[in-house]
Nanobody, 129 residues
Framework: QVHLVESGGGSVQAGGSLKLSCVGSGYIFRTCGMAWYRQAPGKERELVSSISSDGNTIYIDSVKGRFTISRDNANNMVYLQMNSLKTEDTAVYYC???????????????????????WGQGTQVTVSS
């Protein structure tokens, strides 16, 4: 059973920093691409950043140069370092994993092609001016 738990959200003033963490369990973490999504009030959920199983990263334009995604496969962790935060970054942030739909030797793992199919419960980030 895939389980994702985020932490690290909070309230910060514009220009400040926060680091979000997410731990995954129930599958072979290192085989799956991971991502951070966010959803602001009244808006649709959007993909903020992703990191593939081999470490390739993608960012939306609005966070390039300010956010950094990273992963620690030994500890099943993915992080989002957020610097120079702006009020428009205020949202609930969700960790997501690709779908570990393949099974072998008692464990689930990801293969390509794939898509982000599981999300954590979210962590609130509030940036005030």
């Amino acid at each position: 059973q895939v389980h994702l738990v985020e932490s690290g959200g909070g309230s910060v003033q514009a220009g400040g920093s926060l680091k979000l963490s997410c731990v995954g369990s129930g599958y072979i973490f290192r085989t799956c691409g991971m991502a951070w999504y966010r959803q602001a009030p009244g808006k649709e959920r959007e993909l903020v950043s992703s990191i593939s199983s081999d470490g390739n990263t993608i960012y939306i334009d609005s966070v390039k140069g300010r956010f950094t995604i990273s992963r620690d496969n030994a500890n099943n962790m993915v992080y989002l370092q957020m610097n120079s935060l702006k009020t428009e970054d205020t949202a609930v942030y969700y960790c997501a994993t690709e779908s570990p739909k393949s099974y072998a030797d008692g464990e689930y793992y990801c293969v390509r092609p794939n898509r982000f199919a599981y999300w954590g419960q979210g962590t609130q980030v509030t940036v005030s001016s």
